[in-house]
Nanobody, 126 residues
Framework: QVQLDESGGGLVQAGDSLRLSCVASGRTLSSYLMGWFRQAPGKEREFVAVISWNGRRTYYSEFVKGRFTISRDNAKNTLYLQMNSLKPEDTGVYYC???????????????????WGQGTQVTVSS
């Protein structure tokens, strides 16, 4: 069992930056793909980014490519999401997720992921 705990959300202005963190407990993350999803009010949860178990491969949604950076520190069992040039449409609850897989695969559907955190709210004002 893996427990995921996100932090780092907050209220910022358009153009600002935030760094989200997700600390895992229960098991080492080195055998898991890790990802970020988000859910805006009244909308379905959507994929944001995924990173391979060793951090060497990443994939981003078109909405965040070039502005967000996903990274991980397996020694600290922590996943990160650096968000720059934030826009009001980035507002939502951000969730980290873990998928039991060492092979590289881009899983953009939520039901393909095995563990979820409780989420952290990000609000970007215009």
């Amino acid at each position: 069992q893996v427990q995921l705990d996100e932090s780092g959300g907050g209220l910022v202005q358009a153009g600002d930056s935030l760094r989200l963190s997700c600390v895992a407990s229960g098991r080492t993350l080195s055998s898991y793909l890790m990802g970020w999803f988000r859910q805006a009010p009244g909308k379905e949860r959507e994929f944001v980014a995924v990173i391979s178990w060793n951090g060497r491969r990443t994939y981003y949604s078109e909405f965040v490519k070039g502005r967000f950076t996903i990274s991980r520190d397996n020694a600290k069992n922590t996943l990160y999401l650096q968000m720059n040039s934030l826009k009001p449409e980035d507002t939502g609850v951000y969730y980290c997720a873990a998928k039991m897989a060492r092979d590289w695969v881009v899983s953009t559907r939520g039901n393909e992921w095995h563990y979820w955190g409780q989420g952290t709210q990000v609000t970007v004002s215009s």
